[in-house]
């Protein structure tokens, strides 16, 4: 998504196929290096000169070459899209898709639901704990060299982080927020998203204000 936001071309090659050494973790076991280009044709060359097996990296495997496309080839369509409001990705979506059946694909609808509760595993589920692992140290000898929202983020022990944050619900989230007066404090944040058609509760002075209002 980052590159298609930015009109490139995003490769993420099979995981143990780039060497990791020399990148901090950020989820070791599933860190993957991902290359940004402007088209395929530049993918090729940089997988050219990538593409080699370290020994070294525990996570290095040996990864043999697929077999080339034949006429036709199968392309996964989720039967559920959510564009989260953005008037442009519908278009520039179906676009893509009349692209790739013209050169062969062939639709077949699939449930992306797998997949996106598969994701949210990474920050909302064990592998918080793997992160923390990697980066834990540091964040706790060098607390002012970290994002705020961060540091605020992992005040709880790992246990207990992971399990709060598997409990906040999408698009919700933990961190700080600035306040008018310049004053920071710890507080539910959310994606712009989530503001759509949401009702404004300010002159309340709270959330427990806005709910005894309504009872």
């Known amino acids: 998504m980052p590159a298609a936001f930015q009109e490139l071309i ?5 995981r143990g196929l780039l060497s990791n050494q020399g990148v901090v973790p950020a989820c070791r076991s599933l860190d993957c290096i991902s290359v940004f280009t ?3 044709a530049d993918v090729v060359l940089v997988a050219e000169v990538v593409s080699r097996f370290d020994a070294a990296d525990p996570f290095a495997r040996e990864v043999s070459g ?3 496309f034949e006429e036709t080839f199968r392309l996964g369509v989720p039967c559920y899209l959510d564009f989260v409001g953005d008037p442009d ?4 979506f179906t676009e893509a898709r009349k692209r790739l059946e013209s050169i062969g694909g062939v639709a077949v609808e699939i449930d992306l639901t797998p997949f996106t509760e598969a994701a949210k595993l990474l ?14 140290d540091f964040v706790e000898q060098h607390p002012d060299a970290v994002f705020p929202v961060t540091v605020e983020v992992w005040k709880l022990s790992p246990a207990d982080f992971g399990e709060f944050v598997s409990k906040i619900p999408a698009p919700l989230g933990m961190g700080k927020v600035l306040l008018e007066s310049g004053e920071e404090v710890c507080g539910f944040i959310a994606e712009p998203r989530a503001t759509q058609g949401a009702e404004e509760i300010t002159h309340h002075g ?3 204000e806005w709910l005894e209002a309504r009872f």
Do not use: I, M
């Open 38 to 40: 402007n088209d395929t």
């Open 10 to 14: 995003g490769w993420k090659p099979t």
């Open 66 to 68: 697929s077999q080339a």
């Open 123 to 136: 920050y909302e589920g064990p592998w918080v704990t793997e992160r923390w692992a990697a980066v834990g």
């Open 89 to 92: 990705t519908p278009g520039l």
């Open 206 to 208: 709270g959330w427990r």
